[in-house]
């Protein structure tokens, strides 16, 4: 007897933390509802069969989110301050076989020019000063604060510099971490590996269009606008 109350205290247990669980999860994703109705978007769940659909193609050519289209488990789209915008969450399982492992990653990208080069933006690691050393160098700017921050690689270094003006390098400076950014093909792409906070999300969201509204203006002139 003794023992099938202690089974039936620990089904117990499991059934409370599974229910405390589901119900924070649920008060997560309404906060988060709120967030992108407050900043005039529109979120879908389970968006995506395939890869043709339009919020998906800022982000088709980022390797980090494996599994392509079918692994975003939502998309938002609509516009910040006139500029077009579209935001993702994607998730991809790794196994070891012993361990599985969800990888979750939080995209947003944002209209730019067309003719604006491909430009990456990765943390500065103890690799890339390395290769600094044997002559791989990338590009420098004027903060130094930046060039120790960040990794830059651009198709295009005289056009990367007039976009990545001295204001808009103190903004990367001050970025969360875990985060990475791409240029290029007409969008404006911030990465971060983690689901996100709704306390965090609407800064988020605005990332790529804050950098925007740093360029200079000609460099900003066939930005298409909501």
Same mark, same amino acid.
């Given at each position: ?62 390797? =980090? ?14 516009? &910040? ?7 993702? $969450?994607?998730?991809?399982? =790794? ?7 969800? &990888? ?58 007039? &976009? ?8 990367? $400076? ?13 969008? =404006?792409?911030? =990465? ?6 709704? $306390? ?17 203006? $000609? ?8």
């Amino acid at each position: 007897m003794p023992f099938m109350w202690l089974v039936l205290l620990v089904a117990v247990v499991l059934v409370i933390i599974f229910a405390l669980a589901s119900g924070a999860r649920r008060k997560t994703q309404q906060s988060l509802e709120l967030v992108f109705q407050q900043a005039g978007l529109v979120r879908q769940d389970n968006p995506f069969s395939s890869g043709s659909d339009f919020r998906w193609h800022p982000f088709s050519q980022l390797p =980090v989110l494996k599994g392509g289209a079918k692994r975003v488990t939502w998309a938002a789209a609509g516009s &910040i301050d006139g500029c077009d915008l579209v935001a993702i $969450e994607h998730q991809y399982v =790794v196994s070891t076989g012993q361990v599985t492992t969800f &990888i979750t990653h939080t995209a947003v990208a944002c209209r730019c020019p067309a003719f604006w080069p491909s430009i990456d933006l990765k943390p500065e690691t103890v690799f890339h000063r390395l290769a600094d050393r044997l002559g791989h160098g990338d590009v420098e700017l004027e903060s130094d604060r930046f060039n120790r921050r960040w990794r830059v690689k651009t198709s295009d270094p005289d056009l990367a510099l007039g &976009i990545l003006t001295p204001e808009a390098q103190a903004m990367l $400076e001050n970025v969360p971490r875990a985060e990475t950014w791409s240029i290029g093909q007409g969008w =404006v792409r911030v =990465v971060r590996r983690s689901g996100i906070k709704p $306390e965090d999300l609407y800064a988020y969201l605005r990332r790529p269009v804050d950098l925007l509204e740093l360029v200079p203006p $000609e460099m900003r002139v066939d930005a298409p606008r909501a």
